[in-house]
T-cell receptor
Framework: DTEVTQTPKHLVMGMTNKKSLKCEQHMGHRAMYWYKQKAKKPPELMFVYSYEKLSINESVPSRFSPECPNSSLLNLHLHALQPEDSALYLC?????????????????FGNGTRLTVT | EDQVTQSPEALRLQEGESSSLNCSYT??????LFWYRQDPGKGPEFLFT?????EEKEKERLKATLTKKESFLHITAPKPEDSATYLC???????????WGLGTSLAVNP
């Protein structure tokens, strides 16, 4: 079982709905990430939180709004999505954005939320 | 431009038939190379980190190696439960964004 928990596992929403994805980790990691993954493609970075502050926004449309209430929790608020936003949304965490070798410590992923926008 | 290429795109093996997956990279200043395994409908599962040429890591039937241009994931005597997509990702220079390959889809037949 993964140590990064994501809820819900599946979500179907209309284009006018507002919903939120939730992610929780209890590994003491200080960096948390949102990724989007389409079928047969690698994960695509959306946001990075480092020590609970947003450090990277990969030019994501404003209909996606991240939030990091504390070091263990990460939310992704969704509003007015388009059908092309349908994808697997993955949360990940890492011990620290950089480790003592100067490289990034590995990411630990949750099992994702399968989002369908109708 | 930094780039990561995985080959083959797909691989089908018989149980017990050993093989290798390749991840070649062209980046400026390798900081780390990561291997992940992903099962359908699940998130990627971390396997290995390699930092410098000559480094090797092992876990059960898997062994990862690194040179200055590529990494290999050797699978010895695979079992059907090793069937998955194997993803390679590289962190380079001061870029905090991982560069991902497209993955190798491995199927092991009993």
């Amino acid at each position: 079982d993964t140590e990064v928990t994501q809820t819900p596992k599946h979500l179907v929403m209309g284009m006018t709905n507002k919903k939120s994805l939730k992610c929780e980790q209890h590994m003491g990691h200080r960096a948390m990430y949102w990724y989007k993954q389409k079928a047969k493609k690698p994960p695509e970075l959306m946001f990075v939180y480092s020590y609970e502050k947003l450090s990277i926004n990969e030019s994501v449309p404003s209909r996606f709004s991240p939030e990091c209430p504390n070091s263990s929790l990460l939310n992704l608020h969704l509003h007015a999505l388009q059908p092309e936003d349908s994808a697997l949304y993955l949360c990940a965490s890492s011990q620290d954005p950089t480790d003592d070798r100067g490289g990034r410590s590995p990411l630990h992923f949750g099992n994702g939320t399968r989002l369908t926008v109708t | 431009e930094d780039q990561v290429t995985q080959s083959p795109e797909a691989l089908r093996l018989q149980e017990g038939e050993s093989s290798s997956l390749n991840c070649s990279y062209t980046v400026s200043g390798l900081r780390g190379l990561f291997w992940y395994r992903q099962d359908p409908g699940k998130g990627p599962e971390f396997l290995f980190t390699l930092y410098s040429a000559g480094e090797e890591k092992e876990k059960e039937r898997l062994k990862a190696t690194l040179t200055k241009k590529e990494s290999f994931l050797h699978i010895t005597a695979p079992k059907p439960e090793d069937s998955a997509t194997y993803l390679c990702a590289v962190q380079a220079g001061n870029n905090r964004k991982l560069i991902w390959g497209l993955g190798t889809s491995l199927a092991v037949n009993p």
